[in-house]
Structure formats: structure tokens, C-alpha cells
């Protein structure tokens, strides 16, 4: 208590008495001179985002908290690298036991490339991307190889060149394109090669892409999970060192920070900011609004300062 009497008379010399009351429960003295209105009122205007980002920082950087050993971010990263790794095992035991019966190949070097790209972000990018890089990839080989007798050792040059043209036009990279358009473009034998672009290389991207899709599924879940305990982990720290009347004060003060628009509830939007301002989340609407659902008691698609207040009791009665 005496670091927050400390703060307080710090603070008295340049707000009045009524934003140092508010001011007492900052964990950070970063923004001590940021003057908060009274949570109660709801005529004040919507605060400047950068103050916002500013406010709920402190909160996120609270001292008393420990930091957690898992995280939303560490998590995801190794499910992702977990998931990646599985699937290309897969492949090639799948590939093992169905060759020499049927003879098809699943597996190739350049799914290796593929794979980073279907499971480095939470969600595999729309086939779209894959589908039409793949189409100007073959269309490419086919006139290269066409002229192959020309250029020579310099083929894959010109597919290279061609490719990452259309890929800086396009605003979208998928390496494996560019090895299966050096591939139509160096062969040897006449002909198109159909058995190769149909497997490994549609069977497998087809395949990889749908266990990269299925497990976004599980690693959404498990991050908008992690991330609820992590934004209301920081808060029931401090808490829990505060007396009964102290905790409503400081609850409403950080509500009222992420009520935007002053209307005493929280959306979907609003959550998607704070999350972003307090622990740098980049939550897409759809996760922001899977959030609010499980904090949400009323089943109306908001939560109110009591809805908020009881997440936060739950936690302190653990």
C-alpha cells in the first residue's frame, strides 16, 4: 500500500482529486499523468486509441503477475510445428503402403515449402492462391521447354524469373509452383507429364492443405482459449492484492478502458482492440466474437461490467 500512496501524492500535483482516485490502481507508472473521468458517467468521450493502446499496456505489464510458461504465441507456434511435421510423416508412411499396390507417390521435397506456407499462420491461405500460381507454373514450363533447345542450362532461370513476376504481381508466394514449372521446363522426354502433376503433386498438396485446415480448427480453439487465460491471468495477479473495495474501483477502470464507445458493454470490436493494444493479439473478428461467447452469461453477444466482474471472481476464487 505504500507504493500506491507514493504514486498517489506524485500524481496530485498535476490531476485533481478525482482522476488520482482512479490513478491509485495503475500498476505501471508509466501513465500515472493520464487522467481517467469517472467509470460511472457515460457521457465521455471515445478515447484516443493511442492512449487506449497506452492504458491497457500498463495493465498488461502489471509486475505482481508471473509470467506464464504457456502462452497463446509459444503454443501455436509448436502445435504449428508439430502439425507440419506430423503431416509429412504421414504422407510418406501413406505413400509406403499404397505404392506398390497402386503406385501412387504423395510425397515430393517441394511440399516441404508448401507446408510452411499452409501452417505458418493460424488458418492454411485460400486454395485460390495455390490454384492459380499452380495453372501460370505449368503454362510457363510448357513454353520454356518448348524453347528448351535455346536456352539451354538457363531454363529454370526464365521460370524463376517468370514466377516471381507473377507472384510480386499477385501479392502472393507458392515456391512449389515455381519447382514444378522448372520441372515441365528441363524434362527430357516429350510429352506432358501428367502422372507427375497429378501425383505427387495434386494428391499431396490436396492432402497436406486438408490436415493443415483440420488443425487450424483445434489450434484456434486452444489459442482464444489460452489467450482468455492470459488476459484475465494479468488482472486477478494484481487483484488479489487489493481489498474487496479496491478490485470494484480498478475492475471498472479497466472496463471502462476497453469500452470504447462508452455504451457500458463490450463487443466483438472492442475486444478485438483491447487484446491488441494490452498483450499485441492480433485476433481476427471471428475469434474476437468466439471470445465474447465464453464470457458472455446473457447469451446476448455483449458483456457488461457484471458479466466481467464474475469471470474475474471465478478466477479469484480458484
Same mark, same amino acid.
Given at each position: 500500500?505504500?507504493?500506491?500512496?507514493?504514486?498517489?501524492?506524485?500524481?496530485?500535483?498535476?490531476?485533481?482529486?478525482?482522476?488520482? #482516485?482512479?490513478?491509485?490502481?495503475?500498476?505501471?507508472?508509466?501513465?500515472?499523468?493520464?487522467?481517467?473521468?469517472?467509470?460511472?458517467?457515460?457521457?465521455?468521450?471515445?478515447?484516443?486509441? #493511442?492512449?487506449?493502446?497506452?492504458?491497457?499496456?500498463?495493465?498488461?505489464?502489471?509486475?505482481?503477475?508471473?509470467?506464464?510458461?504457456?502462452?497463446?504465441?509459444?503454443?501455436?507456434?509448436?502445435?504449428?510445428?508439430?502439425?507440419?511435421?506430423?503431416?509429412?510423416?504421414?504422407?510418406?508412411?501413406?505413400?509406403?503402403?499404397?505404392?506398390?499396390?497402386?503406385?501412387?507417390?504423395?510425397? @515430393? @521435397?517441394?511440399?516441404?515449402?508448401?507446408?510452411?506456407?499452409?501452417?505458418?499462420?493460424?488458418?492454411?491461405?485460400?486454395?485460390?492462391?495455390?490454384?492459380?500460381?499452380?495453372?501460370?507454373?505449368?503454362?510457363?514450363?510448357?513454353?520454356?521447354?518448348?524453347?528448351? #533447345?535455346?536456352?539451354?542450362?538457363?531454363?529454370?532461370?526464365?521460370?524463376?524469373?517468370?514466377?516471381?513476376?507473377?507472384?510480386?504481381?499477385?501479392?502472393?508466394?507458392?515456391?512449389?509452383?515455381?519447382?514444378?514449372?522448372?520441372?515441365?521446363?528441363?524434362?527430357?522426354?516429350?510429352?506432358?507429364?501428367?502422372?507427375?502433376?497429378?501425383?505427387?503433386?495434386?494428391? @499431396?498438396?490436396?492432402?497436406?492443405?486438408?490436415?493443415?485446415?483440420?488443425?487450424?480448427?483445434?489450434?484456434?480453439?486452444?489459442?482464444?482459449?489460452?489467450?482468455?487465460?492470459?488476459?484475465?491471468?494479468?488482472?486477478?495477479?494484481?487483484?488479489?492484492?487489493?481489498?474487496?473495495?479496491?478490485?470494484?474501483?480498478?475492475?471498472?477502470?479497466?472496463?471502462?478502458?476497453?469500452?470504447?464507445?462508452?455504451?457500458?458493454?463490450?463487443?466483438?470490436?472492442?475486444?478485438?482492440?483491447?487484446?491488441?493494444?494490452?498483450?499485441?493479439?492480433?485476433?481476427?473478428?471471428?475469434?474476437?466474437?468466439e471470445f465474447l461467447v465464453s464470457v458472455d452469461r446473457t447469451g446476448d453477444g455483449v458483456v457488461d461490467f457484471d458479466e466481467f466482474k464474475l469471470v474475474i471472481d471465478d478466477i479469484l476464487r480458484r
Open positions: 500500500m505504500s507504493e500506491l500512496r507514493r504514486r498517489k501524492k506524485l500524481d496530485e500535483e498535476d490531476t485533481s482529486q478525482e482522476d488520482t #482516485q482512479n490513478e491509485e490502481f495503475l500498476p505501471n507508472e508509466k501513465v500515472k499523468q493520464v487522467k481517467f473521468k469517472d467509470v460511472a458517467k457515460k457521457s465521455f468521450r471515445r478515447p484516443d486509441p #493511442q492512449r487506449q493502446a497506452s492504458i491497457l499496456k500498463s495493465f498488461a505489464n502489471d509486475q505482481v503477475s508471473k509470467p506464464l510458461l504457456v502462452t497463446s504465441r509459444r503454443a501455436d507456434a509448436i502445435l504449428a510445428a508439430f502439425g507440419m511435421s506430423m503431416s509429412l510423416t504421414m504422407l510418406k508412411i501413406l505413400e509406403k503402403a499404397i505404392k506398390d499396390k497402386i503406385g501412387v507417390t504423395l510425397h @515430393g @521435397g517441394f511440399l516441404i515449402s508448401s507446408g510452411a506456407n499452409f501452417f505458418f499462420n493460424r488458418t492454411p491461405p485460400s486454395p485460390k492462391a495455390f490454384l492459380s500460381s499452380s495453372i501460370v507454373s505449368i503454362i510457363l514450363g510448357i513454353c520454356v521447354n518448348s524453347v528448351q #533447345q535455346y536456352l539451354g542450362d538457363y531454363c529454370d532461370a526464365f521460370c524463376i524469373f517468370g514466377m516471381m513476376t507473377y507472384w510480386k504481381l499477385q501479392g502472393n508466394n507458392f515456391g512449389a509452383a515455381g519447382s514444378l514449372s522448372i520441372y515441365i521446363a528441363t524434362k527430357q522426354s516429350k510429352g506432358f507429364p501428367f502422372v507427375y502433376v497429378c501425383s505427387p503433386y495434386l494428391l @499431396g498438396h490436396v492432402l497436406l492443405y486438408l490436415m493443415a485446415k483440420g488443425l487450424s480448427i483445434a489450434r484456434q480453439k486452444i489459442r482464444i482459449m489460452l489467450i482468455k487465460r492470459e488476459f484475465f491471468h494479468v488482472e486477478s495477479s494484481y487483484l488479489r492484492t487489493l481489498d474487496p473495495d479496491m478490485q470494484e474501483k480498478r475492475l471498472r477502470l479497466l472496463f471502462n478502458r476497453m469500452d470504447l464507445s462508452g455504451d457500458g458493454t463490450l463487443d466483438a470490436e472492442e475486444l478485438q482492440s483491447a487484446l491488441k493494444s494490452a498483450f499485441d493479439e492480433d485476433l481476427s473478428l471471428e475469434e474476437a466474437k
